[in-house]
């Protein structure tokens, strides 16, 4: 898997009459072995959340509900906006990747991410990320 962010369609199982699910496999959709998962929810739309990378931490971050904006940026400055907008899709954040997050109305974020958390992990500055 390409250590940029990107996109990751999960399969969807099922039908509109039953519902559906879709799985996240390691080493089949996820390029890391899972250390911890998170949610986060009620978050106010017009907060943005993130403002940081991380040195080591990858992630795969899923809308399961409501839509998710993820504006990227890596050292280099190149920048990519992902829209999470279904609960089949992924989105693949490696390791010294910015990241600025706007939820909608009710969205809830799902977080699997490579490593347990560790604050000395955390890039919160800007001007320290774009010298990375």
Same mark, same amino acid.
């Given at each position: 898997m390409n250590k940029i962010p990107h996109l990751i369609m999960f399969d969807r199982i099922g039908s509109a009459g !039953?519902?559906?699910i879709s799985v996240a496999e390691v080493s089949k959709n996820i390029p890391f072995d899972v250390k911890r998962v998170y949610w986060t929810y009620y978050t106010?739309?017009?907060? /943005? %959340? #993130?403002g940081h990378a991380?040195?080591?931490l990858e992630q795969i971050i899923i809308a399961v =509900? #409501? /839509?998710?904006?993820?504006a990227t940026e890596d050292s280099q400055g190149n920048k990519v906006d992902f /829209? !999470?907008?279904s609960p089949e899709k992924g989105l693949f954040l490696p390791s010294k990747i910015w %990241?600025? /997050? *706007?939820? =909608?109305h009710n969205a809830v974020l799902l977080c699997l991410a =490579? &490593? *347990?958390? &560790?604050?000395s992990d955390y890039i919160r500055d800007y001007e320290i990320f774009k010298k990375l």
């Open positions: !039953l519902g559906y106010p739309q017009d907060v /943005i %959340r #993130g991380h040195f080591e =509900s #409501g /839509i998710i904006t993820f /829209i !999470l907008d %990241r600025d /997050i *706007k939820f =909608s =490579s &490593k *347990k958390y &560790k604050d």
